[in-house]
């Protein structure tokens, strides 16, 4: 099993940036494949980046590509998922998630680990 724990949500203005951080423990989680996702108000959740255990991939939602980058840090467990020229449309709880082995597949139902969620407000 794995442990997730995002960090780094907050209040911004449109236009601005944040970075959110998620730290594994428990299992070696290099063998995960590690996602975000975010779930807005009345909406139901959705993909936002992910990447294959193995590191070889890397996806995008559309609605973020471009203005997303998630990375990882192998040697401190953590993934990070930087996001720039936020939009009204980008509020939302941002949710980790991770699939044993995965090759990053963008679906909420192959992720078998989550995280408790970080808000991320986007207001003027």
């Known amino acids: 099993q794995v442990q997730l724990v995002e960090s780094g949500g907050g209040l911004v203005q449109p236009g601005g940036s944040l970075r959110l951080s998620c730290a594994a423990s428990?299992?070696?989680?290099?063998?995960?494949?590690m996602g975000w996702f975010r779930q807005a108000p009345g909406k139901e959740r959705e993909f936002v980046a992910d990447v294959s255990w193995s590191g070889s991939s890397t996806e995008y939602a559309d609605s973020v590509n471009g203005r997303f980058t998630l990375a990882r840090e192998k040697d401190k467990n953590t993934v990070y998922l930087q996001m720039d020229n936020l939009t009204l449309e980008d509020t939302a709880v941002y949710y980790c998630a991770a699939d044993q082995w995965g090759p990053g597949t963008g679906r909420s139902v192959d992720y078998e680990y989550w995280g408790q969620g970080t808000q991320v407000t986007v207001s003027s």
């Open positions: 428990g299992d070696d989680s290099n063998r995960y494949a």
